[in-house]
């Protein structure tokens, strides 16, 4: 077999389709621009951190009281409220999820297409940690805790969960809006050498139609006054000796 050839696109509409295929913002030799791997790598942060803070309690540099911290009707049992899908796309269990090592290799293992509710809440919601302190009916200091990391600015670096999300729609849209005026300034580019061009090289029709008028009023002037010079020698040579 022969040497493969690698193909390098610099330019046109097949560099931008591979770009928003493989551009994940020139992290591990990806294009430096924000494709779909970006976007993915984003959302999947996201889950990762959420999760973690909305299970363990553990929001940036700080932490706060999590699912696992609180209490349910059955006491603390340390159940993780997120997980992932596993085996047959169906969630695990807190305690399968916590089997894959320590917190940041079990949390590496989420992404947005896996993150769920882990399976012993859904077949059993009263397992959810609600309280702060064990048996007291109507205490819901955990959950209003967990509520609270909405709005906690320390979670992302671009603040509270929500800032996180409009920060990566932001970031969508102003690309967006560049990209679209990038490719309308290199269409008149493209138009003005065009039109240069074809000023050189090219046929204007209307030139062509000006030469035309012009050329046939000469030849019409032209005729004119050749008919005058013949009417003029027939009166000298056919009239004038009469």
Known sequence: MGRRQQLNVRGGELKGLLDVRDGNDGENGSPRYKGIPYYIRKLNEFVRTFAMAFNEGIVGSENVAGHVDGYGTNGNTGIRFFTMLGTENKPVSSTDFMALGDID??????????????????????????????????NIENINSILAMRNNVHMFREGAPEDFMKSIMTTLAIDSQQTIRLSSI?????????????????????????????????????????????????????????
């Open 186 to 242: 290199h269409e008149n580019m493209i138009k003005q050498v065009e039109n240069q061009r074809l000023s050189e090289s090219g046929v204007s029709l209307d030139e062509e139609v000006s030469n035309l008028v012009k050329h046939h009023q000469a030849y019409a002037a032209a005729a004119q006054m050749i008919n005058t010079m013949a009417e003029v020698y027939d009166i000298l040579i056919n009239r004038v000796g009469l």
């Open 105 to 138: 290799a079990c949390y590496a293992q989420i992404t947005a297409k896996n993150f769920t509710v882990s399976s012993d809440i859904l077949d059993n919601p009263r397992n959810i940690a609600t309280s702060g302190t064990n048996g007291e009916v109507g």
